[in-house]
């Protein structure tokens, strides 16, 4: 599921407007405002995300008489994140007897009109073949007691297997883990991979270590790619990174939920701003502590971090998993 709340404030002088609150075409509110109000709701999961606000009620005497009827959007919470709602809501006027239709880009609705927002397209999934991925695991799947998942920050590229923090956690917890990291790998498919492996293979640990977001939810999103390509991802920029985690949000946590129910699940990512994001989300629960990894040095490439970090990161994995034992 997902969370939405929505913050309205009116004014008006003889009637207040008339809305109709709709989030991914479902209606969660149709009515008179009154008073400021906050709307909260669960709503299911999507793929595109969307809301519309229906205002009407401003009639041509109430111009006349100069009367004000005005809604207000506050603020727009998605699973947490405040969406950019001055930024990229846009109020269609309509239906007013005095004025010919026009857009306008404002939160402030004092004309009849709908006002709407929509949240670029963004793919979840986890329906592809990962033959292609195995060869590039440095383990091949098995039962374990922690399964380690990522792109090449655990795969540990450039560096010796020993070096990696896969490598490291098993020495310093006893505990058996493999280290399915593909480099250059995205969200979609770590998730295809995790999935493939719990069809069939048991782990007490599941650790999920993702990269950028903006890696894999837009284009061919079964291809490896160690360079994000930014062609097809304008809007997804524009948006900005609070768009990209409060619309994946839902979808994440109800996977991690899934997982959860016969193993305990950690989940982080190595870049801090979508940390930070995260932690605004019910994905919360599962989140790893953050080790800024720009603080150490780095691999043999000079761009993954190296084994310093991979040492002090284990450290944190393993007191968490001893926690929960």
């Given at each position: 599921m997902n969370s939405i709340a929505?913050?309205?404030?009116?004014?008006?002088?003889?009637?207040?407007?008339?809305?109709?609150?709709?989030?991914?075409?479902?209606?969660?509110?149709?009515?008179?405002?009154?008073?400021d109000f906050v709307l909260q709701k669960e709503i299911p999961l999507f793929d595109n995300f969307s809301i519309s606000i229906v205002k009407k009620g401003k009639t041509l005497d109430m111009v006349h008489n100069k009367e004000e009827q005005v809604i207000e959007i506050k603020k727009i919470m998605l699973n947490g994140i405040p969406l950019k709602i001055s930024a990229f809501g846009q109020f269609n006027i309509s239906n007013n007897p005095y004025l010919n239709e026009e857009r306008l880009q404002t939160n402030c609705l004092n004309l009849n009109g709908t006002w709407t927002l929509e949240l670029p397209h963004m793919i979840f999934d986890s329906s592809m073949d990962i033959k292609n991925y195995q060869k590039d695991m440095r383990d091949n799947f098995s039962d374990c007691d922690?399964?380690?998942?990522?792109?090449?920050?655990?795969?540990?590229?450039?560096?010796?297997e020993?070096?990696?923090?896969?490598?490291?956690?098993?020495?310093q917890s006893g505990l058996l883990v493999k280290n399915y990291g593909v480099p250059g790998s995205n969200i979609n498919q770590i998730k295809c991979i995790v999935d493939k492996f719990v069809e069939s293979h048991q782990a007490k640990t599941i650790i999920i270590y993702a990269p950028h977001l903006w890696r894999g939810l837009r284009g061919d999103i079964t291809?490896?790619?160690?360079?994000?390509?930014?062609s097809d991802r304008k809007d997804l920029i524009m948006h900005g990174e609070e768009h990209t985690v409060a619309n994946l949000a839902g979808k994440l946590k109800t996977w991690l939920d899934g997982l959860a129910v016969n193993r305990k699940i950690l989940f982080g990512t190595y870049q801090l701003d979508q940390d930070l994001l995260y932690r605004k989300t019910a994905v919360e629960t599962y989140?790893?502590?953050?080790?800024?990894?720009?603080?150490?040095?780095?691999?043999?490439?000079?761009?993954?971090?190296?084994?310093?970090?991979?040492?002090?990161?284990?450290?944190?994995?393993?007191?968490?998993?001893?926690?929960?034992q």
């Open positions: 929505i913050s309205l404030a009116t004014k008006y002088d003889s009637a207040p407007a008339e809305c109709r609150v709709s989030c991914c075409g479902e209606v969660v509110f149709d009515g008179p405002v009154k008073e922690v399964a380690c998942f990522g792109c090449s920050q655990t795969y540990g590229l450039t560096l010796e020993s070096q990696t923090w896969p490598s490291h956690l098993a020495d291809k490896i790619k160690r360079d994000i390509d930014w989140m790893i502590p953050f080790l800024q990894g720009e603080d150490y040095p780095k691999a043999p490439d000079g761009y993954h971090f190296g084994q310093q970090f991979n040492i002090d990161f284990a450290k944190i994995l393993t007191k968490l998993i001893q926690k929960s």
